[in-house]
């Protein structure tokens, strides 16, 4: 674990790195000081880090005078393209430094620490931070699997899947992808309450920095098909609107990943040869040409499995080409949290939302899906 201790005074500094020291130990811990706050600044944008400990009064140059430096400190960290997202513990020893910033922190997801030289309290305070921080680092990337079939179809991909057990009260199985630890999470029940508050558990006491779904779902025709891949690059609610006299009037209010995250992607992902080997060893060798596309996809709480009432969805996006029961909550989730995690979702087409609906394919796009997403989490981590 990286960390980066802004703090000017030496006995402070050494204060605080005895209690990061024994509170993380066996952390591989790597240790970085700033002393004042362009040396800092340099650090936050040059390097990633785990975690950043930094004190409200600090001067703005080597040689300078202390002083709150509370909004720089805030501005720089929301500005970093690498450390936005980083662990962050602000500590003072001026109540009144602390009282005026203690909102605009805490919107931040930064916690402050009142620091004393001669009351040993603020110690326990900071091991508490530190322990949670330690406890919601282990996990670097969730998946929320709406299906068990979906989180099993993980065993036939090129991750290291481990075993199933309750964390938190969550339904997870550990995976490793690339080295690094994640989960897949099982909501208790399919449908859109169910992610919603699942990927806002996971999210509230892991912090992972990616957070992504994979699974199947139903394809319009004449836009995706059987046996394609859809990552949904925007996702909308189709029941979100108002009843009148007239009928239901649809509002679109729509979500699309981040322009980093579908560059990646599709710098990644839209090839043939990667294209073929998430479908090696699957049944269907007619599928075996199928796309991986980019997609509009709207959620709802409902299986479709009738003509009308997909073409009626159908109406409401001229591009919308899958539809199903769970990736709007994990984006609006996602969206909204103080994490601001990285997230998509990739599915596998099983049917067309009609009334040959049936599970034929679910193997096929679970399994092709749990393969792709791998592929693009070896991406994005």
């Known amino acids: 674990m990286h960390v980066l201790i802004i703090e000017d005074n030496d006995a402070k500094y050494g204060d605080i790195l005895s209690v990061v020291e024994g509170t993380l130990a066996g952390n591989n811990l790597e240790i970085t000081r700033a002393s004042f706050f362009s040396e800092a600044q340099r650090d936050i944008y040059q390097t990633k880090f785990d975690l950043m400990i930094v004190d409200l009064m600090l001067p703005k140059r080597a040689e300078g005078n202390a002083e709150d430096i509370s909004e ?12 936005r997202h980083s662990n962050a513990i602000a500590i003072t020893s001026f109540i009144e430094l602390r009282d005026s910033c203690s909102r605009s922190f805490n ?10 030289s001669t009351d040993g309290g603020w110690k326990d305070a900071l091991v508490r931070e530190l322990n949670a921080i330690e406890n919601a680092s282990i996990f670097e990337f969730a998946i929320v699997c709406a299906l068990e079939k979906e989180r099993e179809a993980f065993r ?9 057990r309750l964390i938190r009260g969550l339904d997870c199985l550990d995976i490793t992808i690339s080295g690094k630890k994640g989960i897949v999470v099982k909501p208790p029940r399919m449908g859109m309450t169910d992610a919603a ?9 892991f912090h992972p920095s990616i957070i992504c779904m994979s699974g199947i779902c139903a394809g319009i025709p004449g836009k995706s098909e059987i046996g394609d891949l859809i990552i949904a690059e925007s996702c909308f609610d ?3 609107g108002k009843w009148t006299k007239l009928g239901f009037e649809y509002e679109l209010y ?12 599709s710098q990644s992902l839209l090839n043939e040869q990667l294209n073929a080997e998430i479908r090696i060893d699957l049944e269907f060798p007619e599928l075996l040409n199928k796309e991986i596309k980019f997609v509009t996809h709207a959620s709802g709480s409902a299986v479709v499995a009738d003509k009308a009432k997909r073409d009626e969805i ?19 989730a996602a969206s909204v949290s103080v994490q601001k995690p990285l997230f998509f979702a990739i599915k596998g087409v099983v049917d067309d939302a009609g009334a040959s609906k049936g599970d034929k394919y679910h193997l096929y796009g679970a399994t092709s899906s749990a393969r792709l997403v791998v592929a693009a989490l070896e991406t994005l981590l």
Do not use: C, F, W
């Open 107 to 116: 919107e931040s997801n930064i916690s402050i620490v009142s620091y004393s």
């Open 254 to 265: 729509q979500i699309p990943i981040a322009e980093e995250v579908r560059g990646r992607l």
């Open 197 to 205: 508050i699942v990927t806002t558990q996971l999210l509230d006491a």
């Open 314 to 332: 159908t109406a409401m996006h001229r591009k919308l080409a899958s539809v199903e029961m769970e990736i709007y909550s994990l984006y609006r």
């Open 238 to 240: 189709y029941q979100v």
């Open 156 to 164: 036939y991909s090129n991750a290291e899947v481990g075993d199933r």
């Open 72 to 83: 720089d400190v805030l501005e720089l960290i929301n500005m970093s393209e690498i450390n």
